[in-house]
């Protein structure tokens, strides 16, 4: 089932960030339950979708010059051990350049009003600057309120490609 499945990719999710926390945290996962795990992300990995405005800065970027990728999977290695691949937005695998659209379900609001990112998207995040990818968040709020997409999106790749 869908909650199943949930539950299985946060699985995943711990089991690959466990590589890189202090300590001796290493989770022995029994091999049917590792078998199960790998299955819910290799389906999640194998199901993502293009968005219309993921779309739309595909072509900004591509007219700014920028080669890339729309839904690149790329392997996750952290700490030496395969776990699966991961789908990247918009990415360069060359220059380990990744743009990642982040629509209203990335978020979550905190009692102050605010938004920030919720668990899943922070953990991308992490996961790839944990192996090397330079990573840039497209707000899709900040996204709809830019009178000038093209100069935006070229500011933010030219702060990806100098950092």
Same mark, same amino acid.
């Given at each position: 089932?869908?909650?199943?499945?949930?539950?299985?990719?946060?699985?995943?999710?711990?089991?690959?960030?466990?590589?890189?926390?202090?300590?001796?945290? +290493?989770?022995?996962?029994?091999?049917?339950?590792?078998?199960?795990?790998?299955?819910?992300?290799k389906a999640a990995a194998d199901s993502h979708s293009v968005s219309s405005a993921q779309d739309d800065? =595909?072509?900004?970027?591509?007219?700014?010059?920028?080669?890339? #990728?729309?839904?690149? *999977?790329?392997?996750? #290695?952290?700490?030496? +051990?395969?776990?699966?691949?991961?789908?990247?937005?918009?990415?360069?695998?060359?220059?380990?350049?990744?743009?990642?659209?982040?629509?209203?379900?990335?978020?979550?609001? =905190?009692?102050?009003?605010? +938004?920030?990112?919720?668990?899943?998207?922070?953990?991308?995040? +992490? #996961?790839?600057?944990?192996?090397?990818?330079?990573?840039? =968040?497209?707000?899709?709020k900040e996204w709809e309120d830019q009178p000038d997409r093209m100069e935006w999106v070229a500011s *933010?790749?030219?702060?990806?490609?100098? =950092?």
């Amino acid at each position: 089932t869908h909650k199943d499945t949930k539950n299985l990719l946060q699985l995943h999710q711990a089991a690959m960030i466990a590589p890189l926390l202090e300590g001796e945290l +290493r989770p022995e996962v029994p091999a049917p339950l590792g078998e199960a795990i790998e299955w819910a992300a290799k389906a999640a990995a194998d199901s993502h979708s293009v968005s219309s405005a993921q779309d739309d800065l =595909s072509k900004i970027c591509r007219e700014l010059g920028w080669d890339h #990728v729309l839904e690149l *999977k790329t392997p996750v #290695v952290l700490a030496g +051990r395969a776990h699966g691949n991961i789908s990247i937005d918009l990415g360069c695998a060359q220059k380990k350049i990744a743009l990642e659209f982040n629509g209203p379900s990335h978020y979550i609001l =905190s009692d102050d009003g605010s +938004r920030r990112e919720n668990g899943p998207t922070a953990f991308r995040g +992490r #996961v790839l600057k944990a192996m090397g990818w330079k990573v840039e =968040s497209i707000d899709w709020k900040e996204w709809e309120d830019q009178p000038d997409r093209m100069e935006w999106v070229a500011s *933010k790749l030219t702060q990806l490609q100098q =950092s």
